[in-house]
Protein backbone atom coordinates (compact mmCIF):
# COMPACT_ATOMS: atom_id res chain seq x y z
CA UNK A 1 0.00 0.00 0.00
CA UNK A 2 2.95 2.53 0.85
CA UNK A 3 4.71 1.50 -2.28
CA UNK A 4 1.29 2.33 -4.61
CA UNK A 5 0.88 5.72 -2.48
CA UNK A 6 4.42 6.75 -3.20
CA UNK A 7 4.33 5.81 -6.72
CA UNK A 8 1.29 7.67 -7.08
CA UNK A 9 2.79 10.82 -5.26
CA UNK A 10 6.02 10.34 -7.46
CA UNK A 11 4.16 10.06 -10.79
CA UNK A 12 1.92 13.69 -9.71
CA UNK A 13 4.77 15.26 -8.85
CA UNK A 14 6.33 14.42 -12.21
CA UNK A 15 3.41 15.66 -14.08
CA UNK A 16 3.53 18.84 -12.23
CA UNK A 17 7.10 19.37 -13.43
CA UNK A 18 6.05 19.20 -16.90
CA UNK A 19 3.33 21.43 -15.95
CA UNK A 20 5.72 23.96 -14.72
CA UNK A 21 8.09 23.01 -17.94
CA UNK A 22 5.05 24.34 -20.50
CA UNK A 23 4.02 26.78 -18.39
CA UNK A 24 7.66 28.41 -18.31
CA UNK A 25 7.65 27.67 -21.80
CA UNK A 26 4.49 29.17 -22.20
CA UNK A 27 5.51 32.01 -19.91
CA UNK A 28 8.30 33.08 -22.39
CA UNK A 29 6.89 33.21 -25.54
CA UNK A 30 3.84 34.78 -24.43
CA UNK A 31 6.15 37.58 -22.65
CA UNK A 32 8.11 37.58 -26.01
CA UNK A 33 4.62 38.01 -28.33
CA UNK A 34 3.20 40.69 -25.48
CA UNK A 35 6.18 42.90 -25.22
CA UNK A 36 7.92 42.99 -28.49
CA UNK A 37 4.26 43.73 -30.37
CA UNK A 38 2.81 45.76 -28.02
CA UNK A 39 0.86 47.47 -31.36
CA UNK A 40 -1.39 44.55 -32.09
CA UNK A 41 -3.74 44.39 -29.64
CA UNK A 42 -5.67 41.04 -29.93
CA UNK A 43 -2.39 39.35 -30.05
CA UNK A 44 -1.56 41.24 -26.82
CA UNK A 45 -4.39 40.59 -25.40
CA UNK A 46 -3.68 36.38 -25.73
CA UNK A 47 -0.41 36.48 -25.29
CA UNK A 48 -1.24 38.60 -21.84
CA UNK A 49 -4.07 35.94 -20.76
CA UNK A 50 -1.72 33.14 -21.23
CA UNK A 51 1.12 34.76 -19.11
CA UNK A 52 -1.28 35.61 -16.81
CA UNK A 53 -2.10 32.29 -16.37
CA UNK A 54 1.21 30.79 -16.55
CA UNK A 55 2.34 32.88 -14.22
CA UNK A 56 -0.11 32.21 -11.59
CA UNK A 57 0.07 28.61 -11.67
CA UNK A 58 4.18 28.39 -11.76
CA UNK A 59 4.02 30.96 -8.51
CA UNK A 60 1.81 28.70 -6.76
CA UNK A 61 3.71 25.45 -7.85
CA UNK A 62 7.42 26.77 -6.85
CA UNK A 63 6.31 28.11 -3.70
CA UNK A 64 4.70 24.76 -2.49
CA UNK A 65 7.89 22.91 -4.37
CA UNK A 66 10.80 25.97 -3.26
CA UNK A 67 13.64 23.24 -5.33
CA UNK A 68 11.82 24.38 -8.75
CA UNK A 69 11.50 27.97 -7.78
CA UNK A 70 15.08 28.43 -9.38
CA UNK A 71 14.23 27.45 -12.50
CA UNK A 72 11.41 30.50 -12.84
CA UNK A 73 13.91 32.99 -11.42
CA UNK A 74 16.55 31.38 -14.34
CA UNK A 75 14.14 31.88 -16.88
CA UNK A 76 13.11 35.72 -15.18
CA UNK A 77 16.96 36.88 -15.66
CA UNK A 78 17.41 35.05 -19.12
CA UNK A 79 14.49 36.71 -20.74
CA UNK A 80 15.21 39.91 -19.29
CA UNK A 81 17.80 40.12 -22.22
CA UNK A 82 16.16 39.44 -24.76
CA UNK A 83 16.90 41.69 -27.88
CA UNK A 84 13.74 42.36 -29.61
CA UNK A 85 11.90 43.43 -26.71
CA UNK A 86 10.97 47.31 -25.78
CA UNK A 87 13.55 47.75 -22.90
CA UNK A 88 11.37 49.75 -20.51
CA UNK A 89 8.22 47.19 -20.91
CA UNK A 90 11.08 44.65 -20.66
CA UNK A 91 12.50 46.29 -17.05
CA UNK A 92 8.84 46.69 -15.31
CA UNK A 93 8.02 43.23 -16.17
CA UNK A 94 11.37 41.82 -14.62
CA UNK A 95 11.09 43.45 -11.26
CA UNK A 96 7.47 42.43 -11.48
CA UNK A 97 8.24 39.09 -12.33
CA UNK A 98 10.97 39.12 -9.65
CA UNK A 99 8.82 39.94 -6.74
CA UNK A 100 5.57 37.68 -7.88
CA UNK A 101 8.04 34.35 -7.43
CA UNK A 102 9.86 36.15 -4.44
CA UNK A 103 8.08 37.46 -2.19
CA UNK A 104 5.88 34.33 -1.32
CA UNK A 105 8.98 32.65 0.12
CA UNK A 106 10.64 35.55 1.97
CA UNK A 107 8.39 35.44 4.96
CA UNK A 108 9.49 32.01 5.37
CA UNK A 109 13.02 33.11 5.53
CA UNK A 110 12.63 35.64 8.21
CA UNK A 111 10.45 33.31 10.63
CA UNK A 112 13.70 30.81 10.35
CA UNK A 113 15.98 33.61 10.93
CA UNK A 114 18.36 31.66 9.04
CA UNK A 115 19.14 35.02 7.04
CA UNK A 116 20.98 35.95 10.59
CA UNK A 117 23.30 33.04 10.74
CA UNK A 118 26.81 33.03 9.61
CA UNK A 119 27.89 34.33 6.08
CA UNK A 120 24.07 35.26 5.20
CA UNK A 121 24.06 37.75 8.63
CA UNK A 122 27.29 38.57 6.71
CA UNK A 123 25.56 39.35 3.45
CA UNK A 124 23.00 41.08 4.72
CA UNK A 125 25.60 43.99 6.36
CA UNK A 126 27.18 43.93 2.93
CA UNK A 127 23.37 44.98 1.52
CA UNK A 128 23.22 47.76 4.31
CA UNK A 129 26.28 49.58 3.23
CA UNK A 130 25.04 48.93 -0.70
CA UNK A 131 21.95 50.74 0.76
CA UNK A 132 23.90 53.72 2.21
CA UNK A 133 25.72 54.04 -1.41
CA UNK A 134 22.67 54.87 -3.10
CA UNK A 135 22.15 57.87 -0.92
CA UNK A 136 25.05 59.09 -3.23
CA UNK A 137 24.98 57.28 -6.27
CA UNK A 138 25.14 59.17 -9.72
CA UNK A 139 21.98 57.17 -10.60
CA UNK A 140 20.01 56.69 -7.10
CA UNK A 141 16.71 55.09 -9.01
CA UNK A 142 18.84 52.95 -10.85
CA UNK A 143 20.81 51.44 -7.64
CA UNK A 144 18.19 51.22 -5.52
CA UNK A 145 16.18 49.07 -8.06
CA UNK A 146 19.10 46.46 -8.52
CA UNK A 147 19.14 46.67 -4.55
CA UNK A 148 15.87 45.55 -3.99
CA UNK A 149 16.14 43.15 -6.83
CA UNK A 150 19.55 41.62 -5.11
CA UNK A 151 17.69 41.10 -1.36
CA UNK A 152 14.61 39.59 -3.49
CA UNK A 153 16.67 36.85 -5.47
CA UNK A 154 18.92 36.60 -2.55
CA UNK A 155 16.20 35.71 0.10
CA UNK A 156 14.68 33.32 -2.91
CA UNK A 157 17.73 31.32 -2.86
CA UNK A 158 18.13 30.85 0.92
CA UNK A 159 14.63 30.13 1.35
CA UNK A 160 15.71 27.65 -1.45
CA UNK A 161 19.14 26.25 -0.33
CA UNK A 162 17.31 25.94 3.21
CA UNK A 163 16.12 22.47 2.39
CA UNK A 164 18.77 20.90 1.01
CA UNK A 165 19.98 18.01 3.17
CA UNK A 166 22.38 15.98 1.58
CA UNK A 167 24.10 15.45 -1.86
CA UNK A 168 21.22 14.31 -3.61
CA UNK A 169 19.35 18.18 -2.78
CA UNK A 170 22.33 19.50 -4.16
CA UNK A 171 21.52 17.82 -7.40
CA UNK A 172 18.17 18.16 -7.83
CA UNK A 173 18.80 21.97 -7.28
CA UNK A 174 21.18 21.99 -9.86
CA UNK A 175 18.96 19.63 -12.15
CA UNK A 176 16.49 22.24 -12.02
CA UNK A 177 18.44 24.36 -12.82
CA UNK A 178 19.71 22.94 -16.17
CA UNK A 179 16.53 22.44 -16.92
CA UNK A 180 16.21 26.19 -17.16
CA UNK A 181 19.15 26.23 -19.67
CA UNK A 182 17.54 23.44 -21.67
CA UNK A 183 14.27 25.17 -21.99
CA UNK A 184 16.67 28.58 -23.32
CA UNK A 185 18.57 26.56 -25.38
CA UNK A 186 16.19 25.18 -27.18
CA UNK A 187 13.82 28.66 -28.07
CA UNK A 188 17.46 30.02 -28.82
CA UNK A 189 17.51 27.35 -31.74
CA UNK A 190 14.13 28.11 -32.88
CA UNK A 191 14.82 31.68 -32.73
CA UNK A 192 17.44 30.86 -34.73
CA UNK A 193 15.64 29.60 -37.96
CA UNK A 194 12.44 31.41 -37.39
CA UNK A 195 14.15 35.54 -36.39
CA UNK A 196 15.52 37.31 -39.18
CA UNK A 197 19.45 36.87 -39.34
CA UNK A 198 19.99 40.56 -38.36
CA UNK A 199 18.50 40.04 -34.81
CA UNK A 200 20.17 37.18 -34.16
CA UNK A 201 23.83 38.37 -35.49
CA UNK A 202 25.64 41.42 -34.46
CA UNK A 203 28.26 43.44 -35.93
CA UNK A 204 30.70 43.71 -32.61
CA UNK A 205 33.94 45.86 -32.30
CA UNK A 206 35.58 49.01 -30.84
CA UNK A 207 36.99 50.84 -34.44
CA UNK A 208 38.19 53.58 -31.76
CA UNK A 209 40.62 50.47 -30.21
CA UNK A 210 41.29 49.30 -33.66
CA UNK A 211 39.04 46.11 -33.43
CA UNK A 212 37.10 46.78 -36.17
CA UNK A 213 33.05 45.24 -36.92
CA UNK A 214 33.05 41.36 -36.32
CA UNK A 215 30.06 39.41 -37.03
CA UNK A 216 29.03 37.46 -33.77
CA UNK A 217 26.44 34.94 -32.70
CA UNK A 218 23.63 36.95 -30.03
CA UNK A 219 20.43 34.40 -30.32
CA UNK A 220 17.91 36.07 -28.37
CA UNK A 221 19.87 38.05 -26.36
CA UNK A 222 21.22 41.82 -26.00
CA UNK A 223 25.27 40.85 -26.17
CA UNK A 224 27.03 37.76 -27.65
CA UNK A 225 28.63 37.47 -24.60
CA UNK A 226 25.58 36.37 -22.86
CA UNK A 227 25.35 33.45 -25.08
CA UNK A 228 28.90 32.19 -24.03
CA UNK A 229 27.42 33.21 -20.21
CA UNK A 230 24.51 30.57 -21.01
CA UNK A 231 27.33 28.21 -22.33
CA UNK A 232 28.76 28.26 -19.08
CA UNK A 233 25.78 28.28 -16.81
CA UNK A 234 24.84 24.96 -19.14
CA UNK A 235 28.11 23.19 -19.23
CA UNK A 236 29.09 22.91 -15.66
CA UNK A 237 25.56 21.67 -13.97
CA UNK A 238 25.77 19.57 -17.40
CA UNK A 239 28.75 17.82 -16.62
CA UNK A 240 27.68 17.58 -12.72
CA UNK A 241 24.21 15.16 -13.55
CA UNK A 242 25.93 13.66 -16.62
CA UNK A 243 27.35 10.73 -14.69
CA UNK A 244 24.37 9.41 -12.74
CA UNK A 245 22.01 10.10 -15.98
CA UNK A 246 20.93 7.08 -18.36
CA UNK A 247 19.01 6.73 -21.48
CA UNK A 248 17.02 9.77 -23.17
CA UNK A 249 18.30 12.49 -19.53
CA UNK A 250 21.92 11.19 -21.45
CA UNK A 251 21.40 11.84 -24.75
CA UNK A 252 19.73 15.15 -24.08
CA UNK A 253 22.59 16.68 -21.38
CA UNK A 254 24.91 15.60 -24.29
CA UNK A 255 22.72 17.64 -26.67
CA UNK A 256 22.60 20.74 -24.79
CA UNK A 257 26.62 20.36 -23.99
CA UNK A 258 26.77 20.15 -27.75
CA UNK A 259 24.61 22.85 -28.16
CA UNK A 260 25.84 25.33 -25.84
CA UNK A 261 29.29 25.62 -26.61
CA UNK A 262 28.59 25.43 -30.52
CA UNK A 263 26.53 28.70 -29.84
CA UNK A 264 29.26 29.93 -27.99
CA UNK A 265 31.92 29.52 -30.04
CA UNK A 266 29.38 31.18 -33.11
CA UNK A 267 29.37 34.21 -30.28
CA UNK A 268 33.13 33.94 -30.31
CA UNK A 269 32.48 34.67 -26.46
CA UNK A 270 36.55 33.85 -25.77
CA UNK A 271 36.19 34.34 -22.14
CA UNK A 272 33.62 32.07 -21.42
CA UNK A 273 35.31 29.39 -23.25
CA UNK A 274 38.55 30.04 -21.60
CA UNK A 275 36.42 30.35 -17.85
CA UNK A 276 35.13 26.35 -18.43
CA UNK A 277 38.24 25.11 -19.97
CA UNK A 278 40.58 26.41 -16.80
CA UNK A 279 37.82 24.90 -14.54
CA UNK A 280 37.81 21.63 -16.30
CA UNK A 281 41.59 21.58 -15.73
CA UNK A 282 41.52 22.28 -12.22
CA UNK A 283 39.23 19.57 -12.15
CA UNK A 284 41.18 16.96 -14.17
CA UNK A 285 43.86 17.85 -11.69
CA UNK A 286 41.89 17.08 -8.52
CA UNK A 287 40.05 14.27 -9.69
CA UNK A 288 42.41 12.61 -11.46
CA UNK A 289 45.96 13.72 -9.84
CA UNK A 290 48.69 12.58 -12.35
CA UNK A 291 46.70 10.75 -14.69
CA UNK A 292 44.62 14.15 -15.19
CA UNK A 293 47.91 16.32 -15.56
CA UNK A 294 48.42 13.73 -18.74
CA UNK A 295 45.50 14.13 -19.93
CA UNK A 296 45.39 17.93 -20.11
CA UNK A 297 48.95 18.05 -21.23
CA UNK A 298 47.89 15.36 -24.24
CA UNK A 299 44.98 17.83 -24.71
CA UNK A 300 47.37 20.79 -25.34
CA UNK A 301 49.21 18.90 -27.75
CA UNK A 302 46.15 17.89 -29.73
CA UNK A 303 45.57 21.40 -29.94
CA UNK A 304 48.93 22.83 -30.66
CA UNK A 305 49.06 20.27 -33.17
CA UNK A 306 45.97 21.52 -34.89
CA UNK A 307 47.42 24.93 -34.46
CA UNK A 308 50.45 24.73 -36.62
CA UNK A 309 48.49 22.68 -39.04
CA UNK A 310 45.61 25.47 -39.54
CA UNK A 311 48.21 27.71 -40.28
CA UNK A 312 47.49 31.47 -40.93
CA UNK A 313 43.75 30.56 -40.81
CA UNK A 314 43.31 30.23 -37.30
CA UNK A 315 46.58 32.77 -36.34
CA UNK A 316 43.94 35.24 -38.04
CA UNK A 317 41.09 34.20 -36.07
CA UNK A 318 42.95 33.88 -32.71
CA UNK A 319 44.12 37.80 -33.73
CA UNK A 320 40.90 39.34 -34.89
CA UNK A 321 40.15 42.39 -32.93
CA UNK A 322 42.61 44.23 -30.30
CA UNK A 323 44.53 41.95 -28.64
CA UNK A 324 46.79 43.47 -27.47
CA UNK A 325 44.31 45.47 -25.17
CA UNK A 326 42.00 42.64 -25.25
CA UNK A 327 39.23 44.56 -26.93
CA UNK A 328 39.99 47.70 -25.53
CA UNK A 329 39.27 45.99 -21.78
CA UNK A 330 42.65 47.40 -20.62
CA UNK A 331 42.06 50.86 -21.10
CA UNK A 332 39.00 50.76 -19.29
CA UNK A 333 40.22 49.32 -16.51
CA UNK A 334 43.26 51.53 -16.25
CA UNK A 335 40.82 54.43 -16.02
CA UNK A 336 38.30 52.25 -13.36
CA UNK A 337 41.63 52.26 -11.39
CA UNK A 338 41.97 55.71 -11.39
CA UNK A 339 38.42 56.17 -10.42
CA UNK A 340 38.91 54.16 -7.69
CA UNK A 341 42.22 56.07 -6.41
CA UNK A 342 39.64 58.86 -6.51
CA UNK A 343 36.48 57.39 -4.08
CA UNK A 344 38.59 54.43 -2.60
CA UNK A 345 36.75 53.79 0.54
CA UNK A 346 32.92 54.28 -0.67
CA UNK A 347 32.56 53.97 -3.93
CA UNK A 348 30.24 56.05 -6.68
CA UNK A 349 27.32 54.14 -5.99
CA UNK A 350 25.62 50.04 -5.76
CA UNK A 351 25.37 48.95 -9.63
CA UNK A 352 26.48 52.65 -10.59
CA UNK A 353 29.70 51.84 -11.62
CA UNK A 354 29.29 52.09 -15.41
CA UNK A 355 28.30 55.74 -14.45
CA UNK A 356 32.10 56.70 -14.44
CA UNK A 357 32.54 56.15 -18.24
CA UNK A 358 30.12 59.51 -18.77
CA UNK A 359 33.35 61.32 -17.73
CA UNK A 360 35.03 63.80 -19.86
CA UNK A 361 38.01 61.96 -19.04
CA UNK A 362 37.49 58.56 -20.41
CA UNK A 363 39.55 57.96 -23.38
CA UNK A 364 36.57 55.99 -25.27
CA UNK A 365 33.58 58.32 -27.11
CA UNK A 366 32.06 55.19 -29.24
CA UNK A 367 30.99 52.02 -28.55
CA UNK A 368 29.07 50.00 -25.20
CA UNK A 369 29.75 52.65 -22.82
CA UNK A 370 27.61 54.90 -23.03
CA UNK A 371 24.91 53.30 -21.12
CA UNK A 372 25.10 55.05 -18.47
CA UNK A 373 25.24 52.63 -15.07
CA UNK A 374 24.62 49.82 -17.45
CA UNK A 375 28.05 50.12 -19.49
CA UNK A 376 30.13 47.09 -18.46
CA UNK A 377 33.46 47.17 -16.94
CA UNK A 378 34.37 43.80 -17.68
CA UNK A 379 35.77 42.99 -14.53
CA UNK A 380 33.86 41.72 -11.83
CA UNK A 381 36.13 42.65 -8.86
CA UNK A 382 37.11 46.03 -10.54
CA UNK A 383 32.98 46.66 -11.09
CA UNK A 384 32.59 46.09 -7.28
CA UNK A 385 35.46 48.25 -6.12
CA UNK A 386 34.33 51.49 -7.86
CA UNK A 387 30.59 50.96 -7.13
CA UNK A 388 30.82 50.27 -3.01
CA UNK A 389 34.45 50.76 -2.14
CA UNK A 390 37.66 48.40 -1.75
CA UNK A 391 37.02 48.00 1.95
CA UNK A 392 33.23 46.40 1.06
CA UNK A 393 35.00 44.61 -1.91
CA UNK A 394 37.24 42.96 0.51
CA UNK A 395 34.42 41.98 2.65
CA UNK A 396 32.21 40.83 0.00
CA UNK A 397 34.94 38.43 -1.31
CA UNK A 398 35.39 37.19 1.93
CA UNK A 399 31.92 36.53 2.15
CA UNK A 400 31.71 34.54 -1.27
CA UNK A 401 35.15 33.05 -0.60
CA UNK A 402 34.81 31.24 2.89
CA UNK A 403 32.57 28.63 2.42
CA UNK A 404 34.70 27.54 -0.53
CA UNK A 405 37.97 27.98 1.24
CA UNK A 406 36.49 25.76 4.63
CA UNK A 407 35.58 22.76 2.19
CA UNK A 408 39.03 22.50 0.32
CA UNK A 409 40.47 22.68 4.10
CA UNK A 410 38.29 19.16 5.01
CA UNK A 411 38.42 15.89 4.08
CA UNK A 412 34.68 15.10 4.26
CA UNK A 413 32.50 16.54 1.50
CA UNK A 414 28.92 14.63 2.26
CA UNK A 415 27.03 17.16 -0.27
CA UNK A 416 29.69 16.34 -2.48
CA UNK A 417 30.58 20.47 -3.33
CA UNK A 418 33.86 19.79 -4.44
CA UNK A 419 33.13 19.18 -7.90
CA UNK A 420 30.34 22.08 -8.17
CA UNK A 421 33.45 24.02 -6.47
CA UNK A 422 35.64 23.20 -9.96
CA UNK A 423 32.82 23.26 -12.60
CA UNK A 424 30.53 25.85 -11.55
CA UNK A 425 32.26 28.61 -8.98
CA UNK A 426 35.89 28.99 -10.16
CA UNK A 427 34.84 29.21 -13.68
CA UNK A 428 32.24 32.26 -12.71
CA UNK A 429 35.52 33.71 -10.84
CA UNK A 430 37.37 33.42 -13.71
CA UNK A 431 34.75 34.97 -15.77
CA UNK A 432 34.84 37.81 -13.48
CA UNK A 433 38.25 38.67 -14.21
CA UNK A 434 36.93 39.97 -18.37
CA UNK A 435 33.01 40.25 -17.22
CA UNK A 436 31.32 41.86 -14.75
CA UNK A 437 28.25 40.25 -15.21
CA UNK A 438 28.40 37.53 -12.72
CA UNK A 439 27.56 40.25 -9.94
CA UNK A 440 24.97 39.92 -6.92
CA UNK A 441 22.55 37.49 -8.62
CA UNK A 442 23.12 39.64 -12.19
CA UNK A 443 22.23 37.34 -15.25
CA UNK A 444 22.35 33.28 -15.19
CA UNK A 445 25.91 33.19 -14.22
CA UNK A 446 25.16 35.10 -11.04
CA UNK A 447 21.97 33.72 -10.31
CA UNK A 448 24.09 30.13 -10.19
CA UNK A 449 27.00 31.38 -8.29
CA UNK A 450 24.76 32.50 -5.34
CA UNK A 451 22.86 29.64 -5.16
CA UNK A 452 26.02 27.54 -4.82
CA UNK A 453 27.35 29.91 -2.63
CA UNK A 454 24.00 29.42 -0.31
CA UNK A 455 24.53 25.55 -0.59
CA UNK A 456 28.07 25.79 0.38
CA UNK A 457 27.80 28.49 2.76
CA UNK A 458 24.97 26.26 4.31
CA UNK A 459 27.28 23.29 4.73
CA UNK A 460 29.85 25.07 6.11
CA UNK A 461 27.30 25.66 9.05
CA UNK A 462 26.23 22.74 9.59
CA UNK A 463 30.01 21.29 9.47
CA UNK A 464 30.89 23.39 12.16
CA UNK A 465 27.74 23.00 14.12
CA UNK A 466 28.86 19.22 14.23
CA UNK A 467 32.19 20.09 15.25
CA UNK A 468 31.31 21.93 18.38
CA UNK A 469 28.63 19.27 19.17
CA UNK A 470 31.13 16.38 18.85
CA UNK A 471 33.72 18.72 21.06
CA UNK A 472 31.06 19.11 23.59
CA UNK A 473 30.23 15.68 23.60
CA UNK A 474 33.91 14.58 24.24
CA UNK A 475 34.03 16.65 27.13
CA UNK A 476 30.79 15.50 28.73
CA UNK A 477 32.19 12.15 28.18
CA UNK A 478 35.49 12.72 29.60
CA UNK A 479 36.09 11.61 33.57
CA UNK A 480 34.78 13.37 36.15
CA UNK A 481 38.07 13.37 37.76
CA UNK A 482 40.11 14.73 34.48
CA UNK A 483 37.09 17.33 33.97
CA UNK A 484 37.80 18.22 37.34
CA UNK A 485 41.34 18.72 37.26
CA UNK A 486 41.44 20.51 34.04
CA UNK A 487 41.46 24.17 35.39
CA UNK A 488 44.16 22.98 37.99
CA UNK A 489 46.07 21.73 35.29
CA UNK A 490 45.42 24.84 33.02
CA UNK A 491 46.36 26.99 36.08
CA UNK A 492 49.67 25.18 36.28
CA UNK A 493 50.76 25.73 32.64
CA UNK A 494 49.83 29.92 33.46
CA UNK A 495 52.16 29.08 36.52
CA UNK A 496 54.71 27.64 34.59
CA UNK A 497 54.83 29.81 31.43
CA UNK A 498 55.16 33.14 33.88
CA UNK A 499 58.27 31.59 35.99
CA UNK A 500 59.67 30.84 32.49
CA UNK A 501 59.15 34.03 31.34
CA UNK A 502 60.66 36.06 34.50
CA UNK A 503 63.79 33.96 34.87
CA UNK A 504 64.33 34.67 31.00
CA UNK A 505 63.65 38.72 31.82
CA UNK A 506 65.84 37.93 34.87
CA UNK A 507 68.74 36.38 32.44
CA UNK A 508 68.50 39.25 30.15
CA UNK A 509 68.79 41.78 32.67
CA UNK A 510 72.10 39.94 34.35
CA UNK A 511 73.89 39.86 30.84
CA UNK A 512 73.06 43.40 30.50
CA UNK A 513 74.64 44.47 33.64
CA UNK A 514 77.77 41.84 32.95
CA UNK A 515 76.45 39.36 35.93
CA UNK A 516 76.57 35.62 35.36
CA UNK A 517 73.17 33.70 36.70
CA UNK A 518 74.17 33.75 40.22
CA UNK A 519 74.12 37.88 39.76
CA UNK A 520 77.72 37.87 40.48
CA UNK A 521 80.58 39.86 38.27
Avoid at 380 to 405: C, D, K, M, Q, S
Wanted: hydrophobic share 50%.
Amino acid sequence: MELATYRTVTSEHRTSQGALLAAGILLSLSAMVLLSEPSRAGLAVVAGVCGLAAVGWSVAYTTRHRGWLIFALLLIELFASVSFVNDTALTMAHYALIACFTLPVLPGVFRTGVWRQGGFRLFAVYLVWALITVSYSQAPLYSFARLVSTAMLVGALIAVTAEVQSADDVMKLITAFLTGCGVVLVLTALGSVALPKDLVWRADGDPEVGGGLIPRYSGLFLSPNQVGMLMLTTVGPALLCLPASRGWKRLAILLAIAAATAFAVLADSRTSLVAIVAGGILYMLWRYRWRGALICLACAGAIAFAAMTAGPHLSGYANRGDVTTLTGRTLIWQFAIRSIKDRVLFGYGYEAGGMIFQSRYFPLWWGPWDQGPRSSLHNNYLAHAVEVGVPATLFWLFIILRPWVSLLHRDDDPWKLKPVLFLITIPILVLGLGESTAGDCRYSVGLLFMMVWAIAERARMIADQNELAQRREARAKSPRAVAALAPLVALAAIVVVTSSSASSGDYHLNSAHGLDSNGNA
